[in-house]
């Protein structure tokens, strides 16, 4: 056995020390009093926790780990039991979640809004301030046979459909405009499963429409000829809500930290800390927690 | 004596390589093994070492040469007395990628020699065949000779009752194959028992004191080594065989 | 090609800046996969070797199951150890989703497959050419395999390194049970992935490139220190004078 040590030797120590190496940080990481909190690819792609997170941990010296995915999949991660904190915008199904008995109480927090983007050539004349009028040409303007004089094509629209909060914003302007998707889907309309940046990035080539968070879009680089064009529908503006997981479901959450998380985002402190957070000079998220 | 076999047996799939071998290696033994291609030479000298078992009739031990020998490689023995000891030659020695000190300890510690006596095994081994200058070199850097008797080194460290030699010379040059025929020739007379296998009539001559000629399979004679070559009634597999051989000598 | 010339621009930026952030993320990608294939390999070899010599009814069946776990799909590999390790699992007990050691274990369960089947193959070639030699110096057959392991060590070596590719070049394990958390699970692929979602195509590129330099340095270094072996060992004529 010892040849074979000694044959293996130099390899071996190598790995070891790795291991070592590896065991090591990952202990280090341990020491630190942290939370999970589950929330949505909208909301850290805005970049808002970069600047939130570490005022509260300067504030309380608990980290916040954020696992983002869509609000549906943060949902689900709630109610398994592997997130002690949700900061999600999709008000009906949070209010679900509560009456499930996932969490005790869902307290708001912020507002941002949604912007309805697509090329800057505007080739179905969506440009305004009505959302649901928007959606109604689109949906229209994708039935009427393709115009070859001008050369516009049925425009396409970008749709997330990966159960998200903007995904069920979406679904509610379509149903505001009085478009049934299950009955007949506009010509052009394309359900990618996907984030919002890559939603943007494939109406980006493509020339298609695409509803966007302010946020998202703001940070978004890959533009091509994409602009905003109809935004300051009050209808557009989406509430965030913050909700700790219940204990009583799953023991092993940790109340304490996750309740201080909640209470300090609804205080004057976490509220003006989402204030301050600017991208290009532009406020994106507006504080509105219940006094 | 050492090992012997009573109506043994082998078969690969359906075809039985050997047919109802009876034979005895005893201690002094000069063996040389002959037949032509596929009768059998390899398994019989496989089968002899314990690397087959026989599907019928049976391979007996004897006494090895005592304590401090260390494991042999044979199957079953009789209660409180030590197996012979088995070391083994082939046409194209396998030898590790390490050094050749290395492949000798590595041998040595198979072979469960007391890790204090490696050491002197080791030199001793390596000033029987001539190696010494070599030690560190890596064992696949050697010469097609040096290799061989890198492997006659390995063999001779571990103290064998019994020595089984595939074609050791098949693959080797004139000088290398004399150096090497010396060196068993040595062993031989260092008291090791030889059970080789071979094409080289010559060899047989120069070497052995004993021949078994096996044709498909059967051991069709056993016979001395003057009787071999000179008996006019053999067998007429084996007269066909000699006849057919000896120019190439 | 806008988009490739801006990347390989930033990519240098961002190795000369020495952005602490940069490699806090590519060492713990090198960490999570480096242990990965160290665990990989203490399994992965085993069990190859124990395969090359085993004979028992279903053999071959085990080795056809050992091929087709080649072509796991990394997500679905993190989607299993996710379920295994959420707290509504059976394993939620040890808290361990959403950290390192998670992903570690998701990359393990990636690349053992890759090594056994790898190093059975290995194993079995070298036992054709040396099992009876080694048997016959007392050798037992798991053992031959151990030794025949430690003979092939170089090809070896190119197991271990192909499996460390597929562990830090894969997204799906490590995103799904890391979770991409900032500063504590995020790794060079997930931060790629999450750079291409927000349109940051440029650095998404960069952040590529800067994985395969580093890994390029990783077997620079190897494959100097085996050129020294071998030279050392004088088994190769070099220009010198005669």
């Known amino acids: ?291 | 004596m050492l090992i012997g076999l009573h109506q043994a047996s082998v078969r690969f799939g359906a075809q039985l390589a050997l047919r109802d071998i009876s034979l005895q290696v005893r201690r002094g033994d000069r063996i040389a093994l002959v037949g032509a291609n596929g009768s059998g030479k390899t398994t019989l000298l496989r089968l002899l070492n314990g690397l087959l078992a026989p599907c019928g009739g049976q391979r007996l031990l004897g006494a090895g040469a005592g304590a401090g020998a260390g494991a042999g490689s044979g199957q079953g023995s009789a209660a409180g007395v030590s197996r012979p000891v088995t070391a083994m030659v082939f046409q194209r020695p396998f030898l590790l990628q390490f050094s050749v000190r290395r492949n000798l300890q590595i041998a040595l510690w198979l072979a469960g020699v007391p890790a204090a006596d490696r050491p002197l095994r080791l030199d001793q081994a390596l000033a029987r065949v001539g190696l010494q200058a070599l030690v560190d070199r890596p064992a696949r850097a050697l010469s097609g000779g040096q290799q061989q008797r890198l492997a006659l080194a390995r063999a001779w460290a571990v103290r064998p009752d019994i020595l089984f030699l595939d074609e050791p010379t098949a693959s080797l040059d004139p000088s290398a194959k004399r150096e090497v025929e010396t060196l068993i020739d040595e062993f031989g007379h260092d008291g090791m028992a030889l059970v080789m296998s071979t094409h080289n009539l010559g060899q047989v001559k120069r070497l052995a004191d004993r021949v078994l000629y096996l044709d498909a399979g059967r051991l069709a004679a056993d016979l001395g080594v003057d009787d071999f070559f000179n008996r006019t009634d053999l067998p007429p597999e084996v007269a066909q065989f000699l006849k057919g051989e000896l120019p190439w000598t | 090609m806008n988009a490739f010339s801006q990347s390989f621009s930033l990519a240098l930026q961002l190795i000369t800046q020495a952005d602490t952030t940069l490699w806090q993320i590519v060492g713990l990608s090198l960490q999570v996969s480096a242990t990965a294939c160290a665990v990989g390999a203490g399994l992965g070899l085993l069990l190859g070797a124990w395969l090359a010599v085993a004979r028992f009814p279903g053999h071959a069946a085990v080795v056809g199951l050992l091929n087709t776990l080649l072509a796991l799909p990394s997500v679905v590999v993190g989607l299993v150890v996710y379920l295994l390790l959420s707290r509504s699992g059976p394993l939620g007990a040890w808290g361990i989703l959403f950290t390192p050691t998670a992903m570690v274990i998701a990359q393990s369960i990636l690349v053992v497959p890759l090594i056994a089947a790898l190093s059975r193959q290995l194993v079995a070639d070298a036992l054709r050419e040396g099992g009876d030699e080694l048997a016959a110096m007392g050798a037992g057959r798991l053992l031959s395999a151990v030794l025949l392991l430690a003979h092939e060590r170089r090809a070896v070596l190119t197991v271990l390194l192909t499996a460390f590719g597929r562990a830090v070049a894969e997204v799906g394990a490590v995103m799904v049970v890391g979770g991409n958390i900032d500063g504590v699970t995020r790794v060079m692929t997930t931060a790629i992935a999450l750079e291409t979602s927000k349109g940051d195509l440029p650095l998404a590129l960069a952040l590529g490139g800067v994985l395969l330099g580093v890994v390029a340095l990783i077997n620079l270094a190897l494959g100097l220190t085996q050129r020294r072996a071998i030279a050392g060992a004088g088994l190769q004529a070099g220009p010198t004078k005669c």
């Open chain 1, 1 to 291: 056995m010892d040849l074979i040590c000694r044959t293996l030797g130099p390899a071996g120590l190598g790995l070891a020390l790795l291991l070592t190496a590896a065991l090591g940080s990952a202990q280090a990481q341990t020491a630190t009093p942290s939370i999970v909190m589950a929330s949505t690819t909208s909301t850290e792609q805005s970049g808002l926790f970069g600047h939130l997170l570490p005022a509260f941990k300067a504030a309380s010296g608990t980290d916040v780990r954020v696992v983002a995915l869509g609000t549906g999949q943060a949902l689900d991660m709630g109610r398994r039991g592997d997130a002690d904190i949700l900061f999600v915008h999709d008000q009906p199904a949070e209010q679900k979640f509560v009456a499930e008995g996932f969490s005790l109480k869902r307290l708001p927090v912020m507002v941002n809004d949604f912007v309805l983007i697509g090329p800057a050539a505007d080739p179905a004349k969506l440009r305004g301030k009505d959302i649901a009028a928007a959606l109604r040409k689109l949906a229209s303007a994708g039935s009427t046979p393709a115009s070859t004089s001008t050369g516009a094509a049925s425009a396409g629209f970008v749709s997330r459909g990966d159960k998200s909060g903007t995904h069920a914003a979406e679904l509610r302007y379509w149903q505001l405009a009085g478009i049934d998707l299950a009955a007949a889907k506009p010509a052009g309309y394309k359900a990618c499963g996907c984030g919002m940046g890559p939603a943007l990035n494939i109406a980006a080539s493509t020339g298609a429409y695409v509803l966007a968070d302010r946020g998202t879009w703001l940070n978004f680089k890959n533009r091509a000829d994409l602009a905003v064009l109809v935004e300051g529908d009050a209808r557009l503006f989406n509430q965030y809500g913050v909700m700790v997981v219940n204990p009583a479901k799953h023991p092993h959450v940790k109340v304490a930290l996750a309740q201080a998380f909640a209470d300090w985002v609804v205080a004057p402190a976490g509220q003006a800390a989402i204030a301050g957070y600017k991208i290009g000079g532009e406020q994106v998220f507006f504080p509105n927690a219940v006094r």
